[in-house]
């Protein structure tokens, strides 16, 4: 038979699944002898068996009996009782805590007849007016503003503004107008069975699993669907018997900082729920002391037991009745990320955990926040509107609504904010000269998101509220405001919000300390700079920087990268040097192509210097050429308009024309899909070639200069191990020429980015002809599931994360069990194939905490992510070593 109901003393904390989150921590109380009120838990099983089946599993109403008599028979009391009745709680608790979620009942066995038992005084009537209140309200769905105006209307009658001032004659006559208010809405009486509130108090806990609040709640925080919530009943103890009692909330430790004392809040007179709506004002806990100073000294007597148990800093919810303790309820404590980190190595000083436990009570997430400067959060500035949080961090500046106005102010000392509707890779100087970026469409992969994450910047994009005008320059916000260009915005990437004027920001030292700015007096930094260091000692994983120019690859360093994992040469190509390419791409003789070819192989050959320079002894994987077409080519809209006006009005345009007509010839529908990587290597000759040659002799020119470049050249969105084998031959011709001419020897890995499903399914082939794999998980997701990068996130992702398809884009933390299963196949077979092969990733996924670790357990030898993003991946690199390790030991 199975168990449904288990007394506290039954239970422990183990049993969250069971017991749910405060089922079990009240039984691991009651086991550690703290003074918790008598009572059982009916388990989430339970609540299952009923949710499928609409009715209480068989069993669990005798069960139930009998628990409640043996409760009976601990207190010496009945339930109902008109000589003195017990009353009970029935409240909720699920597994994870869902804050005001689902239903509460308290001083459930109040009856007409039993409320004389209670005392027939003011605190017996009010007990009994709560009670139907909240009964009618949660079990029977009474609206809850019509008891409030009941209340209200009484208090004004009796001229006051307390509930206090209400006596005992005010509340039972307001128990009879809340009973009728109850008939008038349910067609019947308030139950006078005390067996039968009970019950339906019961159903009611059970059914608010499925309310509309706490269906969303999980939707957002990724809690299943299918646990169901467990049910306490629990003894009710009273805070609010006269100046003697009263209930409060403590922390062990303050969870803002991680500062040890005592922190808390006491309300004398009172219960629980009056706290939570702030009817009066609390007392710092420590007034406890001087107001009931044995209630505090035991109340600080087991805070230190429960903390020493649990490992962990707790919170805890009291009540003191009459001068006597009673614990409500405790669980490990939310805390914010900085006092995650200081809480996590105090307790390694003073002996609780040892350092593997304390790199599990942090995480990438909480260091990534930690990094970034922030609002002050109190701010009362104007809002404008809410984008998505594309990139964090906390940015104030003019808002210019175009590129060339970004870096002309920017360069005159301006602190600029780049506001557009969506970026291209046109507006990277402007990206570059502002302090954040705003835009009205496109998602967090977006091309304004990606490219500001990557350079570390503050990006809210997606405010579709937001009406961005580029022609008048000029913003308009929700209700008629007007943001002309030069008026101060402030935007924050950490929640997407948008501002108007100037928001004071405050710095981040941990960024400082990353920086290698700051001393480590800080106790956050301290804390950082110990859990890090653990992490760098236990990682099995690489991390290596994407990183495209010398200062970048200077800042990875610095944030502790060991590479380049991948460095975008496209980038290298826009500016003056994007007509180079317009030149290329549209020659039509070889004379004409070959001749641009040389004129950019020294500047290459330069952007490369600099790169090895900055990464001396390390790593730098050099991608070869790989943008969608268009984004090198005038754009065929203005282009045609241009060639109609010029016809029009009789003008010359022939050169024009011609390029007109070439566009068009090139033109293509899915660019994303079309002649980039390694197909306009192939298509274009002399192209790859090039950018070999000037990775080659900037090679050699390092090493001659006594440096030690480590390049490796990777060729994109490889579908076919024949394109593959055409490039690799080409290049290998190359580097043997620059040898010959240079007197150097260059030994440059040659490999290829993982990309195309058909690369992963093919890996093995494609393995005989690459030295190094690196996972380009971006298009390999892209191209996976079907979804265009450019277009998806604005157009359908919203509505698929509302109805819980995504739990998370899956451009941002890896699908496993989709795009992970290519990666793992690829892995696999190319090792098969190649036992030395070097295996990485250069995805956004490689700075993705959750990414990480998936990365870690199919073996790959490195992650590569933005520079700002290192410092994340190497902590979440040593996290995952020290849980597989944990997990083989035992
Ligand atoms: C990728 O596709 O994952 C990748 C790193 O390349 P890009 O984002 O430049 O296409
Ligand atoms: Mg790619």
Known sequence: MTKFVYDFAEGNKDLKDLLGGKGANLAEMTNLGLPVPPGFTITTEACRAYLDTGSEPPGLQREIGEHLAALEEKMGKRLGDPDGPLLVSVRSGAKFSMPGMMDTVLNIGLTDASVVGLGDDRFAWDSYRRLIQMFGKTVRGVPGEEFEHALEDLKHVRSTENDLDLDAADLRKLVG????????????????????????????????????RAILYRRQERIPADLGTAVNICSMVFGNLGSDSGT????????????????????????????????????????????????????????????????????????????????????????????????????????????????????????????????????????????????????VGKAVFDSYT?????????????????????????????EGILTSRGGKTSHAAVVARGMGKTCVCGAEELDVDTKRRRLLA???????????????????????????????????YFEGHTDLSDDLVRAVDRLMRHADTTRRLGVRANADTPEDAARARRYGAQGIGLCRTEHMFLGDRRQHVERLILADSDAEREEVLAGLLPLQREDFIGIFEAMDGLP????????????????????????????????????????????????????????????????????????????????AARISAGGDPRAEIMIPLVGAVQELEAVRSDAETVLAQVADETGVVINALIGT????????????????????????????????????????????????????????????TLD??????????????????????????????????DSVHFFHEV???????????????????????SEAAGSDSR
């Open 620 to 699: 730098v994987t050099v991608r070869l050429l790989d943008p969608p077409l268009h984004e090198f080519l005038p754009d065929i809209t203005e282009l045609s308009v241009r060639v109609a006006l010029a016809e029009a009005r009789g003008e010359k345009h022939e050169n024009d024309l011609r390029l007109l007509q070439a566009v068009h010839k090139l033109h293509e529908q899915n660019p994303m899909l079309g002649l980039r990587g390694v197909r306009l290597g192939l298509v274009i000759p002399g192209l790859f070639t090039m950018q070999v040659r000037a990775i080659a002799e900037a090679a």
């Open 406 to 434: 970004a870096v002309k102010w920017s360069r005159s000392g301006e602190k600029v904010i780049l506001v557009r509707r969506e970026t291209n890779p046109d507006d990277l100087n402007g990206m570059i000269a502002a």
């Open 816 to 849: 496993r069990d989709g795009v992970g299963r290519l990666v793992r196949i690829a892995a696999e077979e190319g090792r098969k194939a190649r036992p030395d092969l070097k295996l990485g990733v250069c995805g956004e996924h490689g700075g993705d905490p």
């Open 177 to 212: 107008t809340f009973k009728g208010i109850y008939k008038s809405h349910t067609g019947e009486d308030f139950p006078q069975d005390p067996r039968e509130q009970l019950a339906a108090a019961i159903h009611a806990v059970f059914d608010s699993w499925n309310s509309e």
């Open 478 to 512: 929700p209700g008629g405001i007007v943001i002309e260009e030069g008026d101060v915005i402030s935007i924050d990437g950490s929640t997407g919000q948008v501002y108007r004027g100037s928001v004071p920001v405050v710095p981040s030292p941990v960024a400082e």
């Open 753 to 812: 980015m993982i990309e195309l499903p058909r690369a992963a399914l093919t890996a093995g082939q494609i393995a005989e002809a690459a030295q190094f794999f690196s996972f380009g998980t971006n298009d390999l997701t892209q191209t996976t599931w079907g979804f265009s990068r450019d277009d998806v996130e604005a157009a359908f992702f919203s509505a698929y994360l509302e109805k819980g398809i995504f739990g998370v884009s899956p451009f941002e």
């Open 248 to 395: 409060g909330v403590a922390f062990t430790r303050d969870p803002g900082s991680g500062v040890r004392g005592v922190y808390g809040d006491y309300l004398v007179n009172a219960q629980g729920e009056d706290v939570v709506a702030g009817i009066r004002n609390t007392v710092p806990l420590q007034e406890l002391a001087h107001i009931d100073k044995s209630s505090y000294d035991e109340l600080m007597d087991i805070m230190s037991t429960l903390e020493r148990h649990y490992r962990d800093l707790c919170d805890i919810e009291f009540t003191i009745e009459r001068g006597k303790l009673w614990m409500l309820q405790t669980r490990v404590g939310k805390r914010t990320a900085a006092a995650a980190f200081v809480i996590a190595t105090q307790l390694v000083d003073e002996g609780m955990i040892d350092l593997d436990e304390a790199l599990h009570r942090v995480s990438g997430g909480q260091l990534a926040q930690l990094m970034f400067p922030r609002f002050d959060a109190e701010t009362k500035a104007e809002k404008l509107g809410r984008g998505m949080n594309a990139s964090p961090g906390a940015a």
């Open 859 to 881: 073996g790959l030898d490195y992650v590569s992510c933005s520079p700002f993003r290192v410092p994340v991946a190497r902590l979440e690199a040593g996290r995952a070593a």
